[in-house]
């Protein structure tokens, strides 16, 4: 089976706001999901990006306001209104429990979803060790070994490897999807997304020169 390999975080409100759709055009493509949840500030500052807590005001109104409303609607994939209460929390957490799982042969999928839906919705902290194992317990999986887990040397390691590699393939935000090498930055692309898993664009990334 083809992959698609998935750069997110656990709490981010683009990868919410698509992932029931990205989770179906990876069913209906016959493609599995390599999730890679990554530590989201140190790779916006490894590739050069600012982080978004330190944009101009307007921007992030722009971008974590209207245009959140905007998706939301478009993809039917309701918000709460305005940011989650713990948003700034440190998600090393619930980043580790997902690839966690990810390493199970039940996988990620449903987890995933839970949790950024769970988060943005209804505004779950996803630092919250029972907030973690009531959700990873609504979708079927052993709770307390994957927490226990996502403590563990080799899932933090594993953590500190997606980082890396974000960083190394210019993943410059999340979500990030690579098909067959050719990498999508953001929701917007799902579209693209879609297509390539069908048929590749001309082309190659990283591209020789800018």
């Given at each position: 089976m083809?992959?698609i390999?998935?750069?997110?975080a656990?709490?981010s409100?683009?990868a919410?706001?698509?992932?029931a759709m990205?989770?179906?055009?990876a069913k209906?493509?016959g493609?599995?999901?390599?999730?890679?949840?990554?530590?989201?500030t140190?790779g916006?500052?490894?590739?050069?990006s600012?982080?978004?807590?330190?944009?101009?005001?307007?921007?992030?109104a722009?971008y974590f306001?209207?245009?959140i409303d905007?998706?939301?609607?478009?993809?039917?994939?309701?918000?709460m209104?305005?940011?989650?209460?713990?948003?700034?929390n440190?998600i090393t957490?619930?980043?580790?429990?997902?690839?966690?799982a990810?390493q199970?042969p039940?996988?990620?999928?449903?987890?995933?979803?839970?949790?950024?839906e769970?988060?943005?919705?209804r505004?779950a902290d996803l630092?919250d060790r029972a907030?973690?194992?009531?959700?990873?317990g609504?979708?079927g999986?052993d709770?307390e070994a994957?927490?226990?887990?996502?403590?563990s040397?080799?899932?933090?390691?594993?953590?500190?490897?997606?980082t890396?590699?974000a960083?190394?393939r210019?993943?410059?935000?999340s979500?990030t999807y690579?098909?067959?090498g050719?990498?999508?930055?953001?929701q917007?692309?799902?579209e693209?997304v879609e297509?390539?898993c069908?048929?590749p664009?001309k082309g190659?990334w990283?591209p020789k020169?800018v």
């Amino acid at each position: 089976m083809a992959d698609i390999e998935y750069f997110y975080a656990a709490h981010s409100a683009y990868a919410y706001i698509g992932s029931a759709m990205f989770l179906d055009i990876a069913k209906r493509a016959g493609r599995r999901i390599v999730h890679k949840p990554y530590d989201l500030t140190r790779g916006l500052e490894g590739v050069g990006s600012s982080s978004t807590r330190t944009r101009p005001p307007h921007v992030r109104a722009y971008y974590f306001g209207r245009e959140i409303d905007r998706w939301s609607e478009h993809r039917n994939a309701p918000v709460m209104g305005g940011m989650p209460t713990h948003h700034r929390n440190d998600i090393t957490l619930p980043n580790c429990l997902l690839i966690a799982a990810s390493q199970t042969p039940d996988g990620a999928d449903a987890l995933s979803h839970a949790l950024l839906e769970e988060h943005w919705l209804r505004d779950a902290d996803l630092a919250d060790r029972a907030t973690l194992a009531r959700l990873a317990g609504s979708v079927g999986l052993d709770a307390e070994a994957l927490l226990d887990a996502a403590v563990s040397a080799p899932v933090r390691a594993q953590y500190e490897a997606n980082t890396a590699e974000a960083i190394a393939r210019s993943v410059f935000g999340s979500p990030t999807y690579f098909v067959d090498g050719d990498m999508f930055y953001g929701q917007d692309h799902l579209e693209l997304v879609e297509r390539a898993c069908r048929q590749p664009y001309k082309g190659a990334w990283p591209p020789k020169a800018v």
